[in-house]
């Protein structure tokens, strides 16, 4: 894949992950779409890297979305653990 359609996949998996995991976030729309987007390549380099699974050349592969979305869940939540209330 190239670095656009991982930034694509990190806009959808940053949308998904604020569906999954709903509230104020301190950054807004914004602070969503950059963590979506550093989600996915975190969550791809993880499972890549420890889990043995590396990362296709096909956008649609299932594996890829789920390291993408988990990555973005995981960065969401330490953001509002760090950065904020997120349930004011």
């Known amino acids: 894949?190239?670095?656009?359609?991982?930034?694509?996949?990190?806009?959808?998996?940053g949308a998904i992950a604020?569906?999954?995991?709903?509230?104020?976030?301190?950054?807004?729309?914004?602070?969503?779409?950059?963590?979506?987007?550093?989600?996915?390549f975190i969550g791809g380099w993880i499972s890549a890297r420890w889990l043995d699974h590396p990362i296709t050349k096909d956008f649609y592969d299932g594996t890829t979305w789920a390291a993408a979305i988990g990555g973005s869940l995981v960065l969401l939540i330490a953001y509002r653990l760090l950065f904020g209330h997120s349930r004011n």
Do not use: Y
């Open 18 to 40: 604020k569906f999954l995991l709903p509230g104020r976030d301190p950054g807004g729309f914004i602070g969503t779409t950059v963590i979506g987007i550093a989600g996915a």
């Open 1 to 13: 894949m190239t670095i656009i359609s991982w930034i694509i996949l990190g806009l959808l998996a």
